[in-house]
């Protein structure tokens, strides 16, 4: 029904299967590991969760010294194992990344000449993730690093709905906004590089209220995958997600009555959302808790990116695991971190009121910030549960008028409580909602 370009965690799954029994400590996994090439960035975005930036960039002995301890990993390492992980995503942060595209392509071509040496699986079996504000897509630098890596790359730029958005909260430091740079790097890099790009959006109280908006734009700028999520942090109230939702059903009805449905995913309507989840179903949605890896410009590595100094600032300190000269769990705090994160499931991140909610099943979580909250990251917070709620309704309606114009007996059926969503829409509207619920 939707076009979905396919995560290479999941490409590479379905290439290679193998049998799962439900353990996720058994998964096949593709491995992401994050370098932090540089904690400085060229805008001052409003709404960054990086908020103690500096000017430090990665040394490339660093870099390297890093990509040496990849690749020496076996099966002894209990946290990088290319039997498990034989396939690894190689992603590059900021700050802003292409600031360092130098850096990162000295990097990459270190990484593949060891990993050819060595006979590595990864030499093959790699992808080169960077996500940019696009200021610096058009620097010669960058053109040839597309260029020479193109067949291993998925590089998107950020947009934030529409020029309106975009520019009241991605902005230089004096204070203009940088969308007209931005779009015009996307449109270059579709056209010239033929790339199907991806679009990310963050939804907080502030612009939650130009959802349709904003959203409906990015459609119509071309754009097929559209990833949005609202924040985790505090600040929802009941009346925004009563917003949020009538957002969602202006953003369906447009989608549906221009056909454009059929072609575009936007990942706050997914067909699988909003029901329970069975008592077996373990799996830690996070994988900040011993399935990332990530190292910031000074060679200290940390279970994601969201661990680190650059991005908890002073409200908790950085959750490291080790560094890049002695490795991983060497110090006894550490290998009992890393313990700890490893036994980290939805049950024990959860309280039954979570592990038993009715529309569990599409609900997420950040152990990072959870972390931050808490100081701990087996703990869940949730403040996004209203917005959820509110998100789930949405999805009644628009899969059941789906459903309904393609002659589908299918139903998405509401499993939200009447007391929550009377918190959210009146009892006309939900009313309609249960009859488009159930009707055949």
Known sequence: MQKRIEPFQDYYNRLFPQPYNGNIHEKRLSRSVTFQVTDACNLRCTYCYQINKGHHVMPISVAKKFVDYLLSADESNTYINPTISPAIILEFIGGEPLLEIDLIDRIIDYFLDQAIKKHHPWAKNYMISICSNGILYFKPEFQAFIKKHRSHLSFSISIDGNKKLHDACRVFPDGSGSYDIAIKGVRHYREHWHGDMGSKMTLAPGNIAYTYEALRNLVELGYTQIFANCVYEKGWEPKHATTLYFQLKKLADYLIESGKYK????????????????????????????????????GDLFPCLRYMESSLGKSAPPLIIGNVDRGIMTLPKEKQCVKCLKKIDRRTQSTDQCFYCPIAQGCSWCSAYNYQCFGTPDKRATYICIMHQARVLANVYYWNRVYRLAGNKKRFVDHVPDEWALKIVHPDELKMLKKLSKEQ
Not at 268 to 292: A, Q, V
């Open 263 to 298: 072609g575009v995913y936007i990942s706050l309507f997914e067909g699988d959302i909003g029901r329970p989840k069975s008592e077996h179903d373990l799996d830690n949605w996070c994988g900040g808790t011993g399935y990332m890896l990530a190292m910031d410009y000074k």
